[in-house]
């Protein structure tokens, strides 16, 4: 193999063309536009990789014909990410009615967010939410929605949900339709106070 100043990416595609391995690797993470010049003959791929790789922070991985590159600093940020996943707070509770009847299928989620979950049969649920300044909202068809932060742990042991009554007002009509007799028609306006 002879390359004079070609892209990485060409050169692994080459690789891969002409043997069985398959290459991975994080675009962002692996800069495959940076042209290098590399003349080997007769060597293992390991070799290979070493020579093309050399003086960056690109390494390998490399399990029967897949061969994963990877930068220490890919690694470093995928730690600090598991790490601040482990911050998270695990909040559990149970959600009911103001008859103290548990509420299933009642939607919980950290606002601003896509964490979410719902009630279990009991009206208990779990939900791990990023820190206690995190607002969970708690919500139900027919009922009012509610707020309230993760740190409020005795309020979210037990949360009441209200029922939503909207007061509408209602036309009701009634119509006489017997041949004997004139079309009559009613008309009632019910509202609710």
Excluded: C, W
Aim: glycine share 4%; charged share 20%; aromatic share 8%.
């Amino acid at each position: 193999m002879h390359f004079n100043k070609v892209k990485i990416s060409e050169i692994l595609n080459d690789i891969e063309t002409k043997t069985d391995y398959l290459f991975f690797y994080n675009h962002k993470d692996i800069k495959s536009d940076t042209k290098v010049s590399i003349n080997v003959e007769n060597k293992p791929i390991s070799a290979i990789l070493d020579e093309i790789f050399q003086n960056t922070d690109v390494k390998y991985s490399m399990l029967n014909n897949h061969i994963v590159l990877f930068t220490d600093n890919a690694t470093d940020k995928n730690m600090k990410s598991q790490s601040s996943e482990q911050t998270s707070i695990r909040v559990t509770g149970t959600v009911r009615d103001t008859n103290g009847e548990p509420l299933v299928g009642a939607n919980i989620s950290v606002k601003n967010t896509t964490i979410g979950t719902i009630t279990d049969i009991d009206g208990n649920y779990s939900i791990d939410v990023p820190d206690e300044q995190s607002v969970l909202l708690f919500s139900m068809i027919g009922f009012i929605p509610q707020e309230i932060k993760a740190g409020d742990r005795k309020k979210l042991s037990s949360v009441t949900l209200q029922v939503l009554s909207l007061i509408l007002p209602q036309t009701l009509q009634r119509s006489s339709l017997n041949p004997f007799r004139k079309q009559v028609g009613s008309t009632f306006t019910v509202s609710y106070s």
